[in-house]
């Protein structure tokens, strides 16, 4: 019998050969969401069906399944580039017990709950307590950058609602890692839609009512686009602001397409009483602004306008667009390398944007007035298009942002109109109490570091045979973190496993055999097998060594933390100056690390292992790993020790080679393999000290050579 809810009789089955379907998570008017457990990984992803799809014609199955391959690897892209978005981790189609066809795409599984449950009403009372634009912007900076990553790669979600920005943990504070959800395949589902509506020539699209903009109800007032996230964003902040209670208010579509297009009633802050300055209330007027000609043109510009009226003196920078409203046009089926007609940079390129004063609002604000609603401008639609929309609240929105017609004829960009010269003198604004920024989170827990985040560039762009993995360069947003200063050492591992926390380590060394000899493999895993640390009395402060990377994350999530992303790992590596070492420019040597030196050349002929050259001609005095810290001419500009040499470290990613070109994400990886990096005790080639230098290794292998450090987010 299927559980309830599950009207696809899915639950209990397995899907891929891989994916066990647990329960049903939630459902909406074009997809459900199931919970399910990864049969190779042993972790939780969520599985995502999309029902909307399902009535397709079986001869437009194989051209639909394209566009939604393309759609999930421009997700991929993004989810790659930014932390800020969901990830995605596969893609499909199954048919169900029913003999019903879907496609499905899994995502990474959250623990959280999303922004409308923190957020939300009952019976018109707010659920939150009302909050300042400044904590408001805080609040939602991750996701707003995210937001402005994908407009600069030429997508918009199209929609932006609080069911759609997911909080990891259990408190809404500035701090806390908010995800964007539903990029992919609002694109597919608008084509899916307009083939099912021919019969009634009638025209759906895949957003919410309630924070519809006014081109989403009638294209008279231009094209959809990234100014249409910025509109939808504007309402989801004035919503926060409020406490849960929603800007465009009404109950029927037509009452929300009314009030959204009213002109004698924007929904910006003053309008419900919120105190605020004159040029943060000119800054939602922009971003409300009826017409899109008139409004941002994407994510980045109007986030770095309400930066500049919160006076936040020195915001990092948002990477630029090149694109002004309605200009844009991607070719069917490239998610990147944007093909424009430019228009003036939106954005200065540079590490950190100095703001001298906030921008003079543009007209005094207006004032909040009661209107009777005229008859409304929305063009007619047919009742069950109406219903379709209404329904649509876990619709997915992202689309690369091609401004088409129903028939799927290009549409003309909106005129702009021409620049007046201002012939008005604008008073200055009133000085005004000046409320101090609360700082940003930088509390760490005891024995970690905290690393500011910023923008940079990761991987190389040497040509090198052992850094191919590490090839191309490209740009990464890093949010601050903390990191364990030292790696875990055997004596606290060991003191979590004794408390029945975290599985024992395992006392010898094991690895896939691979392309090796039998005999070869198995005298390597006696040799190393005696420098597992676990059971070892002497080597209580040397890192834990010989885990797999389940217990790894296990041991970082019983203590309140996680693995570091490898991003977050080569960023603390690098350091913000971009150096060579994580020390700085000078070579590597004993003084730096425990690698592999005479030492080393010495004990692999004693166990008859093939001979290597030393990465230095010294001795390190450490056969096998060495007490944490044991290094300090190793140190990193945050004070965090061993980043490269002693053992290699578990990160949380799974390895995938980086994205090619922009937008086109590699092909998967075969195989359960996990991103370790930081060189080891026996690296004797110097490029395993670059902080770029990343390998994939199976995650289920727990060998000599690797152990861990945990990350958190600051409180």
């Known amino acids: 019998m299927a559980e309830a809810g599950d009207r696809f009789g899915l639950v209990g089955t397995l899907v891929a050969d891989k994916y066990f379907i647990e329960r049903v998570v939630g459902e909406g008017g074009f997809g459900i969401v199931y919970r399910a457990n990864h049969r190779i990984w042993d972790e939780p992803v969520a599985v995502k069906c999309f029902t909307a799809l399902s009535n397709a014609p079986v001869e437009m199955r194989e051209e639909l399944l394209e566009a939604f391959v393309r759609e999930g690897k421009l997700l991929t892209a993004l989810s790659s580039r930014t932390t800020g978005i969901v990830q995605a981790r596969d893609i499909g189609t199954l048919t169900t017990p029913g003999g019903v066809w879907l496609p499905y795409m899994v995502l990474e599984w959250l623990d959280g709950r999303p922004l409308e449950s923190w957020i939300g009403h009952d019976d018109g009372k707010a659920r939150s307590p009302e909050r300042s634009a400044l904590e408001t912007f805080n609040l939602m900076d991750g996701c707003a950058r995210a937001l402005a990553l994908a407009h600069a790669r030429g997508v918009a979600h199209r929609d932006i609602k609080p069911a759609n920005f997911f909080v990891l943990g259990d408190t809404l504070a500035p701090g806390v890692v908010i995800k964007v959800l539903d990029f992919g395949i609002a694109k597919v589902m608008q084509s899916q839609a307009r083939t099912a509506m021919q019969a009634t020539g009638t025209q759906i699209s895949s957003f919410t009512p309630t924070y519809g903009a006014p081109e989403q109800f009638d294209r008279s007032y231009g094209a959809t686009g990234p100014w249409t996230d910025v509109y939808q964003m504007a309402l989801v902040l004035v919503e926060i602001m409020r406490g849960g209670l929603p800007a465009l208010e009404g109950e029927q579509f037509i009452q929300f397409a009314f009030a959204t297009q009213n002109t004698q009633r924007r929904p910006t802050p003053r309008t419900f009483g919120i105190t605020t300055s004159d040029a943060v209330e000119a800054v939602f007027q922009k971003a409300l602004a009826v017409k899109v000609v008139d409004r941002y043109a994407n994510m980045g510009e109007f986030w770095t306008g309400l930066a500049a009226a919160l006076e936040l003196k020195e915001y990092p920078a948002i990477q630029a667009g090149e694109t002004a409203i309605g200009q844009t046009v991607v070719p069917e089926g490239q998610g990147g390398g944007l093909k424009t007609r430019r228009s003036g940079e939106l954005l200065a390129q540079q590490p950190v944007l100095t703001i ?29 298009g109406i219903a379709a929309i209404v329904g649509a609240l876990v619709a997915v929105g992202a689309a690369v942002f091609v401004a088409t017609r129903g028939g799927g004829e290009a549409e003309k ?12 003198v604008i008073e200055e604004p009133k000085p005004e109490t000046k409320v101090e920024p609360p700082a940003p989170p930088t509390s760490c827990p005891e024995g970690m570091a905290y690393v500011t985040g910023k923008n940079f560039f990761m991987g190389t762009e040497s040509e090198k045979p052992v850094l191919a993995l590490a090839r191309p360069l490209h740009k990464v947003e890093i ?19 004794d408390q029945g926390e975290c599985k024992r380590a395992y006392r010898d060394s094991f690895w896939p055999q691979g392309a090796s000899k039998r005999a070869d493999w198995e005298k390597a895993k006696t040799a190393y097998s005696t420098l597992c640390n676990a059971g070892n009395p002497e080597r209580k402060e040397h890192p834990i060594n010989c885990i797999t990377w389940a217990q790894a994350d296990e041991y970082c999530r019983v203590h309140g933390k996680r693995l570091p992303s490898e991003a977050e790992f080569e960023f603390a590596a690098r350091g913000s100056d971009g150096r060579v070492y994580p020390w700085g420019d000078g070579a590597p040597s004993p003084e730096h690390l425990n690698a592999c030196g005479t030492e080393c050349v010495a004990w692999r002929k004693q166990k008859g292992l093939p001979p290597v050259e030393p990465m230095y001609p010294a001795d390190d005095k450490f056969v096998g790993t060495a007490p944490v810290g044991s290094f300090p001419g190793g140190k990193t500009e945050n004070g965090l020790f061993d980043l490269v040499g002693n053992v290699f470290e578990w990160t949380a990613d799974r390895f995938e080679r980086y994205p090619t070109t922009e937008g086109e994400p590699a092909p998967p990886m075969p195989g359960n ?38 990350a958190a987010d600051p409180r």
Not at 413 to 424: I, L
Not at 676 to 703: K, M, Q, V, W, Y
């Open 356 to 384: 001298s004063a906030p921008p003079t609002p543009a007209s005094p604000p207006v004032p909040a007035t009661v209107v009777t609603p005229p008859a409304p401008t929305v063009k007619p639609m047919a009742a069950g």
């Open 413 to 424: 960009p909106p005129e702009q109109p021409p620049p007046v010269e201002a012939k008005k």
């Open 479 to 497: 949010r601050p973190f903390c990191i364990d200063i030292y790696e875990v050492t055997t004596a606290k591992y060991e003191e979590c496993s």
């Open 673 to 710: 393999n996990r991103v370790i990096r930081g060189g080891a005790f026996n690296s004797s080639e110097p490029e395993h000290t670059d902080p770029a230098l990343r390998f994939p290794n199976d995650a289920d292998a727990h060998t000599h050579g690797i152990g861990f450090r945990c």
